[in-house]
């Protein structure tokens, strides 16, 4: 089986190669299906913009389609940024803005998830939504320099998410959570399909 995810972002691309690939499923950029598509993202939820990115790219081609849509929900902020997490700052500064909004929260209230939802629609059309999530603390101060986004100031235990090894954060992050679950789906899928 084929498969598009609806991104042509390498790493996302990799991560779900690695996934994927044990269940014999080719994943294929969006560049690779020849479609380039860049939807607004404009939903409440991560499931509405995971859906809205994975639509967007099966009306053009009726293949089975993957889509994710993820961020970051801090409790002291009442679940924010949440779906704005890649529009909460400049880019760059999004680390920067979060450490000075929480300032005055102390340890014990700094508590957070990553959360990823990933979309896949089949090749009839049929719409599925599966969550992943990752908690963790916010930190005071940036630590570490691998991964993006605000990877720097979220602790997994002792190590912020950037002081981890792409595999280690891979093996516990939301986005690897909701990919597995997705793999699970996608192994009973095939059963019923053969
Ligand atoms: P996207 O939906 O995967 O593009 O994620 C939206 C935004 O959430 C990104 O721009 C990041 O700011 C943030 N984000 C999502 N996943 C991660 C992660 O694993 N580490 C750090 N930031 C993340």
Redesign the pocket.
Known sequence: MKIVMATN?QN?LREAREIFSPLGIEILSQKEAGVSVNPEENGTTFAE?ALIKARAVYELIHLPVIA?????CVDALNGAPGVY??R?APEGL?CEALLENMKEIPAEQRTAR?V?DVAFIDESGKETVLEGDCPGVIGFEKRGTN?????PV?MYGEKS?AELEPEQ?NAV???GAAFRKLYDYLKNYQQEET
């Open positions: 972002n996302k913009n994710d849509d993820s961020g970051l997490s890649a909460y999004l990553f990823t991964g993006f986004g605000y990877d979220f998410f954060k992050s939301h986005r």
